[in-house]
């Protein structure tokens, strides 16, 4: 059974970090790319970031770029999302997603909330 569970979320102020991190279980890590999406109420679904399963190279989103960094950790079947300097608009709910040509895995979600 496939299992992806994010951790790390919480409650932050404006200009605080946070480190978020995608435990998968179930695949072969490291032949899967992984996104980080975020989604806020009454929004659409937000590609954040995502890391390659070729060589790790890594594309954020223009609201994240410069603040977010994405990594992997392949013998811990692990993704991090490190959040620098976060501003409210990034209140959401954070997913990831492992993906393989036509396999798609979505984890739960963590919650992040930036007061201002």
């Known amino acids: 059974q496939v299992q992806l569970v994010e951790s790390g979320g919480g409650l932050v102020q404006a200009g605080g970090s946070l480190r978020l991190s995608c435990s998968c279980s179930?695949?072969?890590?490291?032949?899967?790319?992984i996104n980080w999406y975020r989604q806020a109420p009454g929004k659409e679904r937000e590609l954040v970031g995502a890391?390659?399963?070729?060589?790790?190279?890594?594309n954020y989103a223009d609201s994240v770029k410069g603040r977010f960094t994405i990594s992997r950790d392949n013998a811990k079947n692990t993704v991090y999302l490190q959040m620098n300097s976060l501003k409210p608009e990034d209140t959401a709910v954070y997913i990831c997603?492992?993906?393989?040509?036509?396999?798609?895995?979505w984890g739960q979600g963590t919650q992040v909330t930036v007061s201002s």
């Open positions: 890391i390659s399963r070729h060589n790790n190279s890594t």
């Open positions: 179930g695949i072969t890590f490291s032949r899967y790319g």
């Open positions: 997603n492992a993906r393989r040509y036509f396999d798609s895995y």
